[in-house]
């Protein structure tokens, strides 16, 4: 097991929790490389018909540890981050996330690529790459305005505004948004009810809603992107600035 995170399979469905609650389940490089190996486990699994991501404690995901990126271009491009994002995109089964608390940056971006989302109404989803000298990563670049329009996202990526639970649900990021306590349920029975369903034809779904070489596309310009701004006076300003403590000016 990774540790900060745990896999478990039962009925069908395998769940894949970060575990890591006392840094707000932010994401290492361990952690991206064992979330990319049970995803191609459970793609590889026939019994497997459905997968359900969850944040253990109060929160979903904080994000990306930022250690990464204060290490700088090189460190980020041999990383795990690169196999968890191609493990996610072709993901062939269907994929149900359960978010409460907060969900920053991945743990925003990573639900573009979920095919169920049930969020708490008190959840708050934010983007803050810009703030770090960054772009935004994952492809979302040109998914998040394809989701909710070109400037609802430019405001939460430039901006750094903040969507509510009940905002994400109503914009169409999530499909319902709940008491906290009945997120984690909700997307169970989802992921259970899916993996009642013909395993082909849902299958067969997903490849015709989702666009495999666009999705491809959309990673390598952000991934490019993303790279080059590590690179920057503003990147590493940012990064000095949140070691210390400090809010990114």
């Known amino acids: 097991m990774t ?3 745990r896999v478990e399979t039962d009925a069908g469905v395998t ?61 980020v491009s041999s990383s795990n981050v690169g196999p968890f994002l191609n493990a996610l995109t072709g993901f062939p089964k269907p994929i149900v996330a359960a978010v409460t608390g907060r969900a920053i940056g991945v743990g925003v971006t990573m639900l573009l690529h979920c095919d169920l989302v049930y969020v708490a109404h008190d959840a708050t989803l934010v983007t803050p790459f810009i703030d770090l000298g960054l772009v935004p990563e994952a492809g979302s670049g040109r998914l998040l305005p394809e989701r909710i329009g070109h400037v609802r996202a430019f405001a939460l990526f430039a901006l750094g505004e903040r969507l509510s639970g009940d905002e994400a ?20 029975a989802a992921a259970r009810a899916l993996a009642e369903k013909p395993a082909s034809a849902i299958a067969a779904t997903k490849r015709l809603m989702r666009d495999a070489d666009t999705l491809r596309a959309a990673l390598s310009a952000d991934r490019e992107a993303f790279l080059r701004q590590l690179e920057t006076p503003e990147a590493a300003a940012a990064f000095a600035a949140f070691a210390a403590r400090k809010g990114p000016r």
């Open 169 to 188: 649900a109503t914009l169409g990021i999530a499909n319902r948004a709940l008491a906290a306590d009945a997120v984690l349920p909700a997307a169970m």
């Open 15 to 75: 769940t894949i929790t970060l575990a890591r609650p006392e840094k707000k389940n932010a994401i290492t490089d361990a952690m991206y490389g064992g979330i990319a190996d049970a995803l191609g486990a459970a793609a590889a699994d026939d019994a497997v018909r459905a997968v359900v991501i969850a944040g253990d404690g109060a929160d979903f995901c904080a994000g990306n540890d930022i250690s990464m990126f204060a290490d700088g271009r090189d460190a």
């Open 3 to 5: 540790e900060g995170l």
